[in-house]
């Protein structure tokens, strides 16, 4: 029977509660947000299920070996601004609805939370584009592919590495009607930071115009001004029109706090599916350090990582080929600026201390709290713009 110790074992895939032919197994929400796998002893038969698939407990052998890596741009450049990256991900799952397949993916439902959904259709898998920062609620989705597999039915499942981990423990065999792409995966924000951030942006929105408003559209990867410096943006509605609120992520408090890991789960920075594992066919991206290695492919509206790991990763990609501008690459040029697809993040001294402010201040301000520049480390940075504006000091190439 599954038995949570530490929070570290346990990345809420849900492929045990699923899976329990008794039915004893169920979530619970922990004071981060998170949940958590927890079997009711009196019902449980012993029958070792959860523990045999568990992605925790069951490491699979790296796919390093077998890699081949590209970057990539999507030449539908509509499909491209929306998407985080190069826009791969829209290419294979509109050649799989074509195909009378399924896309699983990641979408957001009318409360902005994150849900994992299937689509059959064009129109619905443009509600699974874009990165959502948060960790998805898989709902039966894993029954549902297994039904679609049973019929013949083709089925592309996207998602993190630990949820085609659970995916692939739950189905307990290989399918050839079944592509998994993973998205590389710093780590998931708590559901719960994700809702308190939302309800204090939408007062500061009902503050800018007086009355209350709905959040109609939310984006963590605006590329307006750029893939590189993205931004952050919120549009509201109310009865006095629109409401854009919209910032640079590296002054965004959501995204602050992500990218210096104060709130992603505990399992992140232990995450067991690193490094190739998680039995994906192909894993996708951003491209970061495409200007360095391959400048020809960069035009700072977003490049593709794109790094297959099976055959059937090799297959799907060639089957769109005509559709995309590509450049073979090399793990090494892949992985110099994003050690995140084989790394877990660290776990900073400050994760704790956020958990505890956030019951007496707003994210927001928490955030500003603990990731504010030291003053002394200010003036050394602006010290040494001087001194290179002045020519005293040669910049950094
Ligand atoms: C939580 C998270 C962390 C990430 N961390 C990194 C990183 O450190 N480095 C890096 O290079 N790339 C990271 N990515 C991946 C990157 O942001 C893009 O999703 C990826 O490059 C695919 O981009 P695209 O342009 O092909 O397609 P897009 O249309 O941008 O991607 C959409 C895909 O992302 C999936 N998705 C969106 N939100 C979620 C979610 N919450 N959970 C599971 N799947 C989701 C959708 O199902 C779909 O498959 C991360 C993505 C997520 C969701
Ligand atoms: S051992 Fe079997 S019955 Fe018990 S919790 Fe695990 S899957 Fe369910
Ligand atoms: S990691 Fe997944 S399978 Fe393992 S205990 Fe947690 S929810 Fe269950
Ligand atoms: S970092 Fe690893 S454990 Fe955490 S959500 Fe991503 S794939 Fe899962």
Not at 188 to 213: D, K
Not at 284 to 307: F, K, N, Q
Not at 381 to 390: E, Q, W
Request: glycine letters at 8%; charged letters at 30%; aromatic letters at 8%.
């Amino acid at each position: 029977m599954i038995r949570i110790e530490k929070k570290e074992d346990c990345c809420g895939c849900s492929a045990c509660v699923e899976a329990c032919p008794a039915h004893c197994i169920r979530f619970e929400e922990d004071e981060e947000g998170y949940r958590y796998a927890k079997a009711d002893p009196d019902r449980c038969t012993e029958c070792g299920l959860c523990e045999k698939i568990c992605p925790v407990l069951n490491r699979r052998p790296s796919r390093r070996e077998n890699t081949h890596v590209y970057a990539l741009r999507n030449r539908d450049e509509e499909v491209r601004r929306a998407s985080s990256s190069g826009g791969v991900f829209s290419l294979l799952a509109e050649k799989t609805i074509a195909a009378g397949g399924t896309v699983f993916g990641a979408r957001f439902d009318a409360q902005f939370d994150i849900v994992h959904d299937g689509a059959d259709t064009l129109e619905e898998i443009v509600r699974f584009r874009g990165s959502k920062y948060v960790q998805s609620d898989m709902g039966d989705c894993y029954p549902r592919v297994r039904k679609l597999l049973k019929e013949g039915k083709p089925v592309l499942f996207s998602g993190t590495g630990c949820q085609i981990a659970g995916l692939k423990g739950f189905l307990r065999r290989e399918d050839p009607n079944l592509t998994c792409v993973e998205v590389a995966c710093h780590g998931v924000p708590s559901p719960a930071v994700w809702h308190r951030f939302l309800a204090e942006q939408r007062t500061e929105a009902e503050n800018a115009v007086g009355v209350p408003a709905r959040l109609e559209h939310f984006s963590f990867r605006d590329k307006s001004n750029g893939w590189k410096r993205y931004r952050v943006s919120a549009r509201y509605s109310g009865p006095q029109g629109e409401t854009i609120l919209s910032e640079p992520f590296f002054r965004n408090a959501f995204m602050r706090g992500f990218l210096r890991n104060l709130f992603i789960r505990p399992c992140c920075h232990a995450c067991p599916v690193k490094n190739f594992t998680s039995g994906a066919d192909l894993l996708l991206a951003d491209y970061w350090g495409v200007d360095r290695c391959h400048p020809e492919m960069d035009d700072d509206r977003g490049t593709s990582l794109a790094i297959t790991l099976t055959p059937r990763g090799e297959e799907i990609l060639h089957a769109v080929e005509d559709e995309f501008v590509a450049q073979p690459s090399t793990l090494d040029c892949a992985l110099a600026m994003n050690q995140a697809i084989v790394c877990p993040e660290r776990r900073p001294a400050a994760r704790d201390r956020f958990f505890r402010m956030i019951r007496q201040e707003s994210v927001s301000t928490t955030v500003a709290r603990l990731t504010r520049t030291p003053f002394l480390k200010r003036l050394r940075k602006k010290a040494g713009k001087l001194a290179t504006r002045l020519g005293l000091k040669t910049g950094k190439r």
